[in-house]
């Protein structure tokens, strides 16, 4: 009876431990990888954007962050990671980011963000049917620059000359495009591009301080996403006011303005989970999110003497005391 009773328990035990090896295989395994570092808020925004469709991390997805912390080197080394403990989709942010997976991977799924033209920066060959195994979310605003510049003239009075920070670690295409927009506004225009992973930033500022800019446009470039706050810091110092993408808020800058990144790591997410769910991510067109965010630090403000008018902090969609 007994020995009846131990083969009974025993066999019990295989069927729940085959169970529980057969629950915890069909965790969906999913990477996510950015450019900047750890306190990336894009991460959080990923995580709820997962769990709005259904998921439950640590039940049925497991989500596995990495970050470069602007050494753009370790990608190759970050993608073989996580081709190796076998993810099904990447989802990753910036066009660095997104051309060194494309690189390390033909095989899984690729999502990107934060890519601004996925086409020019040879992410992919057409956003209608992007084909092989990447699509995505872009926030291509042609005329972003544009609406940056008319900002700050709305907003300083006198303003005839920007300075463009930008990162050497990636293509010209952007700055080119904030020179000519700048130029067709009658701006002057004085560049600085910094090289990672330590970017020599007061040597910037001295230069920008010599070309006596009114302000800093400071491009969503990976690099200066890691450094934000030193940039903010460095602009207050010399009482210049900055316009910073709208996912650097709170780390000191004056104005944020562009499109909702958050709004495309929530696009990001669905397309994850359409993939997950057997999409073939060259048949996803590429996606173009729109809705733009204005965020104004008061605080900034008021530290560097600039009067924000009441007509800009009325149209803000947040405001930091």
Do not use: W
Not at 50 to 62: A, K, R
Not at 163 to 189: F, H, M, N
Not at 209 to 220: I, K, M, N, P
């Amino acid at each position: 009876m007994l020995a009846r009773l131990a083969l009974v328990l025993t066999l019990l035990g295989a069927t729940l431990a085959s169970a529980g090896a057969q629950e915890r295989s069909q965790l969906r395994r999913v990477g996510f990888v950015a450019p900047q570092g750890r306190s990336l808020p894009l991460l959080d925004a990923f995580r709820r954007g997962m769990e709005e469709l259904g998921y439950v991390e640590g039940q049925d997805v497991v989500i596995e962050p990495r970050f470069a912390e602007g050494h753009y080197d370790r990608l190759p080394e970050i993608f073989a990671d996580l081709i190796g403990r076998k993810v099904e989709v990447l989802a990753v942010t910036g066009a660095v980011t997104a051309r060194a997976a494309v690189k390390a991977t033909a095989d899984i799924p690729i999502v990107f963000t934060m890519v601004v033209d996925p086409v020019a920066d040879n992410v992919v060959s057409s956003v209608e049917r992007p084909g092989g195994n990447v699509t995505g979310v872009t926030s291509f605003d042609p005329h972003l620059a544009t609406r940056q510049l008319a900002l700050f003239r709305e907003v300083l009075p006198g303003f005839t000359r920007v300075g463009i920070l930008g990162d050497k670690g990636v293509s010209t295409a952007l700055v080119r495009s904030c020179e000519e927009q700048a130029g067709a506004l009658t701006l002057q225009t004085h560049v600085v591009r910094v090289a990672g992973p330590d970017p020599d930033f007061e040597a910037a500022f001295a230069e920008f301080r010599q070309a006596h800019v009114d302000g800093v446009l400071v491009l969503e470039e990976p690099v200066l996403g890691v450094h934000a706050g030193k940039i903010a810091e460095l602009a207050e110092k010399d009482r210049l006011p900055t316009m910073f993408a709208p996912s650097r808020a709170g780390t000191g800058g004056l104005l944020f303005y562009g499109t909702s990144q958050v709004a495309g790591i929530g696009r990001m997410a669905a397309y994850v989970d359409r993939i997950l769910k057997g999409a073939a991510p060259g048949d996803l067109p590429v996606e173009t999110i729109n809705r733009y965010e204005l965020i104004v630090n008061l605080a900034a403000a008021r530290r560097i003497g600039v009067a924000i008018p009441d007509v800009v902090v009325k149209r803000a969609t947040r405001v930091l005391e």
